[in-house]
């Protein structure tokens, strides 16, 4: 089974800290995504990586940055934490190859106070 | 502009009979269609999923229906266990042209009543 595993359940931050949300897969997949999830509005894409070091902006990717220096890991910073990025985030994978399913981690509950 | 929409925020169903959640979609390139189910403080686990070349794909107990023409994708769950009570999220993408991102919907709301 594949497992994505994000550092942290729960973390509650100030407004104008520097957060760093980590995602770890271990099936060597091609594909990594960020997803937050907010009541009402579903889940949202804020950036994605099809390669180490490759990066492409989603739907929603202002106020965040993403890195991905090793295939494994894919990590989502919030430059400067504001309390409207308080929401539930989604790390997930995929194979990369056609009609692959995303796998999705546990999510972390960031809140912004 | 929503590309895929849930339009029932909610669903009750009584234990035992059929559970039918919609999806409606705009984007004709989208090729590729899943279904995810969530339950509080977890991740979106992986579903049922159906390619565009295909009408009916089924599992257990979950069949997935592809109307093209009409743009519209079901969800039906027989039976209906109280363990199925959670939020499923109808996604699509275009995989033909290399995108492997998905574009959810809202979600709906599953409560089955013991």
């Known amino acids: 089974d594949v497992k994505v595993t994000q550092s942290s359940r729960y973390l509650v931050k100030r407004t104008g800290e520097k957060v760093f949300l980590e995602c770890v897969q271990d099936m060597d997949h091609e594909n990594m995504f960020w997803y937050r999830q907010d009541p009402g509005l579903g889940l949202r894409l804020i950036y994605f990586s099809y390669d180490v070091k490759m990066k492409e902006k989603g739907d929603i990717p202002e106020g965040y940055s993403v890195s991905r220096e090793k295939k494994e890991r894919f990590s989502l910073i919030l430059e400067s934490a504001s309390t409207n990025q308080t929401s539930m985030y989604l790390c997930?994978?995929?194979?990369?190859?056609?009609?692959?399913?995303?796998?999705f981690g546990n999510g972390t509950r960031l809140t912004v106070t | 502009d929503q590309q895929v929409k849930q339009n029932s925020p909610s669903l009750s169903v009584q234990e035992g009979r059929i559970s039918i959640l919609n999806c409606d979609y705009t984007?004709?390139?989208?090729?590729?269609f899943l279904w995810y189910k969530k339950y509080p403080a977890e991740g979106p686990t992986f579903l049922i999923s159906i390619s565009s070349i295909k009408d009916k794909n089924e599992d257990g107990r979950f069949t997935v229906f592809l109307n093209k023409s009409a743009k519209h994708l079901s969800l039906h769950i027989v039976p209906s266990q109280p363990g199925d009570s959670a939020v499923y999220f109808c996604a699509a993408s275009n995989n033909g042209a290399g995108s492997y991102q998905l574009t959810f919907g809202k979600g709906t709301k599953l409560s089955v009543i013991p």
């Open positions: 984007n004709s390139m989208f090729d590729y």
């Open positions: 997930a994978s995929s194979s990369g190859q056609f009609y692959s399913p995303l796998h």
